[in-house]
């Protein structure tokens, strides 16, 4: 009984023109407000971490577009809006290729790191090995843990620092052992 009154007077407020019909949606407005938080990264390079669809036009539909592997790199040359207020970047891959990435699926699913960078520097840096003081595992290109684990007993402290590649074990601040992806060294 009490529904049925609630959409009896949900009718009657429509018919008679006391209930607003909703707004109309400035998609450019929305779009210009997506375009300020984009727009800093035009002219960067930026790298797949996933695979991402390249399209030739600035559209939500995949149908025409190409795929593009995790790893490649692009470079950002513009900014336009889709068919509403999404952005989506003007971008031109190493190989000469030009199309449209969505800003915000770009953002999310690439970085501006350069990984060959990355990984020689983590190379340079080297890796936790026994021995080593809670300093210099941070010098390390694993840097400051995720978060640390502390066990104080009689014998000492023992830290636990745990990372997304593994964990470090550290007695009285000396590593005791280091654990990679499931292999105790």
Known sequence: MRTRLCFALIALAVVTGCAKPPPAVDFEKDFLREKVKYEPNIGKNYWLLGDRFLCPTPVTNVLHCTSIRAGSKLKLDGIERGVTSDAYYHVTLEDGRTGYIGAFQLVT??????PAQTAA???????????????????????????????KTMRGTTDRYVYDQGRVILQNGIVTSVKISGTLR
């Open 109 to 114: 699913f690439g970085t501006d790191v350069d």
């Open 121 to 151: 520097e983590c190379k340079r840096r080297g890796e936790p090995r026994l021995g080593m003081t809670a300093k210099q595992v941070e010098a390390t290109c694993w840097g400051k843990p995720d978060h640390v684990d502390r066990l």
